[in-house]
């Protein structure tokens, strides 16, 4: 047999054998990360006697899947309004991240500004002040500007920490954009306010997305404001909601728990997910460019 | 807002003052150097004023809360001095507080070190359906905490355990009620290994996507360099990726540890310090003192004791960022 003829099959083999061996090494992972998901999704359509059969398999249905958890949700808490708040929160804090960060990235990354860096550093830091060590001071202000109990508290606590992320992250995004198309802009006759409205951001608009993608996601993670600031019913976001109202006493409402849960944290992860990259360079950007 | 001097228009940016403008307005404030000042710091204004009202003014106010005695039910405080800190200081779950707190940020950063290391370094090497893996394993940190807590939480229910029913069909554990049937989150130990668990659970995946990031950052002529001139591979490791990763991560154990010990929900939801104060952490702590219990001042000044802790990961972070900019 010639070498010719057995080169491409031993290379083939052994790609073959590296592959297995990377599939085996990732399996423990793959199952650490995706196995509560799914128990969580099975114990979401599980009828609630299926739950408690201790001698049957759990992974799979002794009793017809349902919807009946879902149902739950929705007729007999205000799962409705929880969903409504959290997009509504969500809205306005975008909103306002959007107008503060947007200008101040852009300021940090175009315009020269003396001590621009340390300002930006400066900001940014206030991203680690952590939300355990604000929020009882933060519980003052928001009596002061009698919100509590509204999920308005949350609309104006939430910008603590998207705008510091945001305006890092926009500050690096602004940084890409061209100087020509803004230079081509003023030689036109438009002013600096003129070039940064008529020029600057119709390109920007993705990094405006991922800034909002961001103020939701990041709301989305909360859970430590909303339980101090609020505790009616019908103002609750999501996370809060299901983690207190479906708890009554000893008795644990797991199906909808669950189902509560995975129906607004799957489209969250899924968002997360595809802007993943774009926060890790957010955070560590300016140590790996 | 034009631009436009009497030389010419000039770029933005151009750091020359041009003389003629100088000469004919009268005044540096004149000159288009300092109307693009003006128009940066208006624009860094509404961002600037936020933070500093939302986070610097609370910060400054929560030190003076934890020097007053502050209740929810009482709106004017007298100043009470360090009373706080020194009964917080008198108290025995306090100082079981901090060594969980210890406990759990170390553990469970060990933890997150271990595996996020291990996986980078599968997820570097090319394979087929590298980009399905990455996504679903990087499920846990993306999943909102409180979202991904309730499903441990019933993980870990003391009857219907999915964990317990695994182990006892292969025979590692007995039946339900038998003494080595695990309550996860019922029995001290188990406890807080569960709620460390958890956390470990969640930000591994993070370890490894910063670590993979910095990995792929390091050019590869560099450590083709290194293997020329006979390095093996943990030399290559120590003195040549090491060195270069370093400041992603230093960052991304800044965020990391900044999470871990300021994070409540997973202790909340869990065991919310129990049983017995076997998983009591500073957050859980000052959110019952200070909410819960009312007393905002003695919360603020527990909370404030995670400053300390806190401070190394800042100033890391602050250095690291520091040190690239120049």
Same mark, same amino acid.
């Given at each position: 047999?010639?070498?010719?003829?057995?080169?491409?099959?031993?290379?083939?083999?052994?790609?073959?054998?590296?592959?297995?061996?990377?599939?085996?090494?990732?399996?423990?992972?793959?199952?650490?990360?995706?196995?509560?998901?799914?128990?969580?999704?099975?114990?979401?359509?599980?009828?609630?006697?299926?739950?408690?059969?201790?001698?049957?398999?759990?992974?799979?249905?002794?009793?017809?899947?349902?919807?009946?958890?879902?149902?739950?949700?929705?007729?007999?808490?205000?799962?409705?309004?929880?969903?409504?708040?959290?997009?509504?929160?969500?809205?306005?804090?975008?909103?306002?991240?959007?107008?503060?960060?947007?200008?101040?990235?852009?300021?940090?990354?175009?315009?020269?500004?003396?001590?621009?860096?340390?300002?930006?550093?400066?900001?940014?830091?206030?991203?680690?002040?952590?939300?355990?060590?604000?929020?009882?001071?933060?519980?003052?202000?928001?009596?002061?500007?009698?919100?509590?109990?509204?999920?308005?508290?949350?609309?104006?606590?939430?910008?603590?920490?998207?705008?510091?992320?945001?305006?890092?992250?926009?500050?690096?995004?602004?940084?890409?954009?061209?100087?020509?198309?803004?230079?081509?802009?003023?030689?036109?006759?438009?002013?600096?306010?003129?070039?940064?409205?008529?020029?600057?951001?119709?390109?920007?608009?993705?990094?405006?997305?991922?800034?909002?993608?961001?103020?939701?996601?990041?709301?989305?993670?909360?859970?430590?404001?909303?339980?101090?600031?609020?505790?009616?019913?019908?103002?609750?976001?999501?996370?809060?909601?299901?983690?207190?109202?479906?708890?009554?006493?000893?008795?644990?409402?797991?199906?909808?728990?669950?189902?509560?849960?995975?129906?607004?944290?799957?489209?969250?992860?899924?968002?997360?997910?595809?802007?993943?990259?774009?926060?890790?360079?957010?955070?560590?950007?300016?140590?790996?460019? | 807002?034009?631009?436009?001097?009497?030389?010419?228009?000039?770029?933005?940016?151009?750091?020359?003052?041009?003389?003629?403008?100088?000469?004919?307005?009268?005044?540096?404030?004149?000159?288009?150097?300092?109307?693009?000042?003006?128009?940066?710091?208006?624009?860094?204004?509404?961002?600037?004023?936020?933070?500093?009202?939302? &986070?610097?003014?609370?910060? @400054?106010?929560? $030190?003076? %809360?934890?020097?007053?005695?502050? *209740?929810?039910?009482? #709106? /004017?405080?007298?100043?009470?001095?360090?009373?706080?800190?020194?009964?917080?200081?008198?108290?025995?779950?306090?100082?079981?507080?901090?060594?969980?707190?210890?406990?759990?940020?170390?553990?469970?950063?060990?933890?997150?070190?271990?595996?996020?290391?291990?996986?980078?370094?599968?997820?570097?090497?090319?394979?087929?359906?590298?980009?399905?893996?990455?996504?679903?394993?990087?499920?846990?940190?993306?999943?909102?905490?409180?979202?991904?807590?309730?499903?441990?939480?019933?993980?870990?229910?003391?009857?219907?355990? &999915?964990?317990?029913?695994? @182990?006892?069909? $292969?025979? %590692?554990?007995?039946?339900?009620? *038998?003494?080595?049937? #695990? /309550?996860?989150?019922?029995?001290?130990?188990?406890?807080?290994?569960?709620?460390?668990?958890?956390?470990?659970?969640?930000?591994?995946?993070?370890?490894?996507?910063?670590?993979?990031?910095?990995?792929?950052?390091?050019?590869?002529?560099?450590?083709?360099?290194?293997?020329?001139?006979?390095?093996?591979?943990?030399?290559?490791?120590?003195?040549?990726?090491?060195?270069?990763?370093?400041?992603?991560?230093?960052?991304?154990?800044?965020?990391?540890?900044?999470?871990?010990?300021?994070?409540?929900?997973?202790?909340?939801?869990?065991?919310?310090?129990?049983?017995?104060?076997?998983?009591?952490?500073?957050?859980?702590?000052?959110?019952?003192?200070?909410?819960?219990?009312?007393?905002?001042?003695?919360?603020?000044?527990?909370?404030?004791?995670?400053?300390?802790?806190?401070?190394?990961?800042?100033?890391?972070?602050?250095?690291?960022?520091?040190?690239?900019?120049?």
């Amino acid at each position: 047999m010639s070498a010719v003829a057995v080169a491409p099959r031993s290379h083939r083999a052994k790609e073959v054998r590296r592959h297995t061996l990377i599939y085996l090494g990732l399996a423990p992972f793959l199952v650490l990360a995706v196995f509560p998901i799914l128990w969580m999704a099975i114990t979401a359509i599980k009828q609630d006697s299926d739950l408690y059969l201790v001698d049957a398999v759990p992974f799979w249905f002794r009793q017809a899947p349902t919807w009946k958890n879902f149902d739950f949700l929705f007729h007999n808490t205000s799962y409705g309004d929880w969903i409504i708040n959290t997009m509504v929160i969500s809205f306005w804090v975008s909103v306002i991240t959007l107008l503060t960060a947007m200008p101040a990235g852009y300021a940090l990354a175009r315009l020269r500004l003396p001590f621009a860096e340390s300002l930006g550093i400066g900001i940014f830091m206030t991203y680690l002040v952590p939300a355990i060590i604000l929020f009882i001071p933060l519980a003052r202000v928001v009596s002061t500007l009698d919100l509590q109990d509204s999920w308005w508290s949350l609309v104006v606590v939430y910008p603590t920490f998207t705008i510091p992320f945001c305006t890092w992250l926009l500050m690096g995004f602004f940084k890409t954009v061209p100087f020509e198309i803004e230079e081509a802009a003023m030689v036109d006759g438009c002013g600096q306010l003129g070039a940064l409205i008529r020029v600057v951001l119709p390109v920007s608009w993705p990094g405006l997305i991922t800034a909002t993608i961001f103020s939701f996601t990041l709301s989305m993670q909360d859970f430590l404001y909303s339980l101090a600031f609020v505790s009616i019913s019908d103002q609750k976001p999501v996370p809060l909601g299901v983690a207190t109202e479906l708890i009554r006493g000893d008795i644990y409402f797991w199906g909808s728990l669950m189902a509560g849960a995975l129906l607004v944290g799957v489209p969250v992860a899924i968002l997360y997910n595809l802007f993943l990259d774009k926060f890790i360079t957010g955070i560590t950007g300016a140590a790996i460019k | 807002m034009t631009q436009v001097s009497p030389g010419g228009p000039s770029p933005p940016g151009s750091l020359s003052i041009p003389v003629g403008a100088r000469a004919w307005g009268g005044g540096w404030w004149r000159t288009p150097t300092a109307r693009r000042y003006l128009f940066g710091y208006v624009l860094l204004a509404p961002a600037v004023l936020y933070v500093a009202l939302l &986070v610097g003014v609370p910060f @400054l106010f929560s $030190l003076y %809360l934890a020097m007053s005695d502050a *209740s929810v039910g009482a #709106p /004017v405080a007298r100043f009470i001095g360090l009373e706080n800190f020194s009964s917080a200081l008198e108290n025995a779950v306090f100082y079981t507080a901090v060594r969980n707190t210890l406990v759990f940020t170390i553990g469970a950063g060990i933890l997150k070190g271990l595996l996020g290391t291990t996986l980078a370094f599968l997820l570097l090497q090319p394979f087929k359906g590298r980009k399905v893996v990455r996504a679903l394993i990087v499920i846990p940190f993306t999943l909102p905490i409180a979202v991904s807590v309730l499903g441990w939480k019933w993980m870990f229910d003391s009857q219907f355990s &999915v964990i317990n029913w695994a @182990l006892s069909r $292969l025979s %590692l554990i007995g039946a339900y009620g *038998s003494p080595d049937w #695990p /309550v996860w989150l019922g029995q001290p130990a188990l406890a807080l290994f569960s709620v460390m668990f958890v956390n470990v659970w969640r930000g591994f995946p993070f370890s490894a996507i910063v670590l993979l990031a910095g990995l792929t950052s390091v050019p590869p002529e560099i450590l083709d360099a290194a293997k020329v001139d006979g390095a093996n591979f943990l030399q290559r490791f120590r003195k040549v990726i090491v060195p270069m990763i370093a400041p992603i991560l230093f960052i991304g154990t800044a965020f990391d540890t900044v999470f871990t010990l300021s994070d409540l929900s997973i202790v909340y939801l869990l065991t919310n310090g129990g049983p017995d104060g076997a998983t009591e952490i500073l957050p859980t702590l000052a959110y019952n003192t200070g909410i819960r219990g009312g007393a905002l001042g003695r919360g603020a000044a527990i909370s404030l004791f995670l400053f300390p802790l806190l401070l190394p990961a800042m100033i890391l972070l602050l250095r690291t960022l520091r040190r690239r900019q120049i």
